[in-house]
């Protein structure tokens, strides 16, 4: 699986961005799909995850700003961000969990980093 994460960049504190993550996918299926967030100096966190069933879960800092949404004609995942604070700045990474076809052992992986930055 590999992902191909996109719209990241420089906004004022209250703006808004959106983030797109493409998923290419031979020979697995989608579990899951979701986004991560890193800073210099701490763990990678938990940001939205959505599942193959639309089941959504955010981070209790994001709750009622972030929507993270899934298309799964096109293999895309995408989080948009709403009313962005400073703390939001990090870099973001898009997450999948997948299985082989016919296996239940589930592999996890990683697009490449979408930096966010939200000024004050």
């Known amino acids: 699986v590999q992902l191909q994460a996109s719209g990241g960049g420089l906004v004022q504190a209250g703006g808004s961005l959106r983030l797109s993550c493409a998923t290419t996918r031979t020979g697995f299926t989608i579990r899951g799909l979701g986004w991560y967030r890193q800073v210099p100096g701490k763990q990678r966190e938990l940001v939205a995850d959505?599942?193959?069933?639309?089941?959504?879960k955010y981070a209790e800092s994001v709750e009622g700003r972030f929507t993270i949404s899934r298309d799964n004609a096109k293999n895309t995942v995408n989080l948009q961000m709403h009313s962005l604070k400073p703390e939001d700045t990090a870099v973001y990474y898009c997450?999948?969990?997948?299985?082989?076809?016919?296996?239940?052992?589930?592999?996890?992986?990683w697009g490449q980093g979408a930096k966010v930055t939200v000024s004050s």
């Open positions: 997450h999948a969990r997948a299985t082989r076809w016919g296996r239940s052992y589930v592999n996890e992986f």
């Open positions: 959505i599942s193959d069933g639309g089941t959504t």
